[in-house]
């Protein structure tokens, strides 16, 4: 019975968003979208709004007049990725096929997609925030484990920084090192809070009130090179460590900081009938998405680099 390519690919796509919510460690940034209006192509706005704050009543003249300043900032979505892949039916056949491209859409979302996105995310909240440089917000020259350093201490500090200016809900992402160092330094004594990512509910180790969540070092980097697939040297796609970027240990930040898009997440298949190209299955995917923090939230943002300069 020949294969519904269409209801295939969607059952491709539910197993692609569950990975992803079980592999990514910034899917909560997406939670933040619906402040986003679209133009239409590659265009967005995202609403910048300010009040002033509170005048003396006069019991004469009542109220003091006060304004607020709605403004929009307009972006443009820069990450438009994606990747087509092909089975050649001599080595599968319509019995195993769905079982086979599971398996490969699967490893490519777990190995590829997932720690491109978070990367990314991670690089350019780390770029801008390194870029504002507002007084007191990114912490220099620490390296998890070395003698003399408290990484509690160092988490502590990144805190009460943030809570200068910010009193709502806070998030941290970690590296594995800087995680247990902190672990170990409160002897088994460290808490841990229920947090939810898209709609998935975890348990994550906390501090003050602050989930700390675990992400690969391979992940943590002030700056990536992406890789456009077809340039000599860029073949295999992904992302690299740039060349100039800086070893992060940790960052927090407000869950309402980061502002995540993802316009288009979507999967194709075609049969060797139906592909143009090539007497193969073809699987296609592609995202297109981006992140961007605000420029009045640049200073609610705390980083913590490894190296010293």
């Known amino acids: 019975m020949a294969i519904n390519t269409l209801a295939t690919a969607t059952l491709f796509q539910n197993t692609l968003d569950k990975i992803a919510v079980q592999e990514a460690t910034t899917g909560w940034m997406d939670a933040n979208a619906g402040q986003v209006i679209y133009n239409g192509g590659a265009e967005v706005k995202i609403p910048k709004m300010s009040v002033n704050g509170m005048g003396d009543y006069d019991r004469d003249n009542g109220y003091q007049k006060g304004s607020v300043t709605l403004e929009y900032e307009t972006r443009k979505m820069t990450q438009d990725r994606g990747r087509l892949f092909q089975l050649d039916p001599m080595d599968i056949n319509e019995n195993n096929f769905v079982t086979t491209a599971s398996a490969v859409m699967g490893e490519f979302q777990r190995t590829q997609v997932v720690p491109e996105i978070d990367a990314y995310r991670i690089s350019k909240i780390a770029t801008e925030t390194i870029t504002a440089n507002k007084a007191g ?37 970690a590296t594995p090192d800087f995680i247990m160092e902190l672990e170990l330094e409160l002897a088994g004594k460290i808490t841990s809070t229920t947090f939810s990512k898209s709609g998935i509910q975890t348990q994550v180790p906390s501090v003050d009130g602050v989930p700390i969540i675990a992400t690969p070092s391979n992940r943590m980097y002030s700056a990536i090179k992406i890789n456009d697939g077809k340039t000599s040297g860029q073949e295999s796609g992904g992302y690299v460590k740039g060349e100039t970027a800086k070893n992060l240990n940790f960052f927090i930040c407000p869950m309402s900081t980061p502002i995540a898009v993802t316009k288009q997440d979507i999967m194709r298949i075609f049969d060797p009938a139906t592909n143009q190209r090539m007497n193969a299955w073809q699987m296609d995917y592609r995202r297109f998405h981006d992140i961007w923090v605000l420029d009045n939230k640049l200073d609610s943002i705390y980083l913590s680099i490894q190296e010293a300069e």
């Open 137 to 173: 917000m990114v912490g220099k020259g620490y390296t998890p484990g070395a003698t003399g350093t408290s990484a509690l201490r160092k988490l502590k500090e990144g805190i009460k920084a943030i809570r200068e200016g910010y009193n709502g809900v806070l998030v941290c992402q």
